[in-house]
């Protein structure tokens, strides 16, 4: 699996943008100059996985303000995740985009392709304007994340400087000693 440090995979895929049928084709260059942060789920029309979508597009103001661009996926097509997010109001309201990995290739690529389901592992990766990946979590297939702890990280990440445990945006990073 690839991990903190490490350049995020090239990738070209069609991507669901909103409830309409607005397809997309999404790049590892798309957003130049911004943070990227990519989050997998392994299907569509499940039960965890839209407690993550939802939650992550509560705070999509939150990332935009902090100049990070979210990025969904899984290794459905984006005709499924159309349907989906039809299916739902409170998917239909989200307005990043869904990368339809069908190929599996970004989710191999990444090292997040469950062996035994065949779909993406429940991973996060937050990477810097520059492609390279500064944040990982991966959880088990039935443990949502927590969408507020990957932008308190990116909040940390954005600062360059240490930042101590549970520490929140506002507060005193650690200053060595000159």
Known sequence: MLTVG???????????TS???????????????QWKVYFFWPKDFTF????????????????KDRDAQLVGGSTDSEFVHHAWRQSREDLGKLGFPWLADIKKELAGALGILDQEEGVAKRATFVVDPDGIIRFVDVTDMSVGRNPKEVLRVLDALQTDELCPCNWKKGEETIKLAA
């Open 6 to 16: 490490d350049r995020f995979p090239a990738f070209r895929l069609k991507a669901v």
């Open 48 to 63: 965890v996985c839209p407690t993550e979508i939802v939650g992550f597009g509560a705070l999509d103001g939150e990332f």
């Open 19 to 33: 409830k309409e049928a607005k397809f997309e084709e999404i790049t590892d260059q798309s957003f130049p100059g």
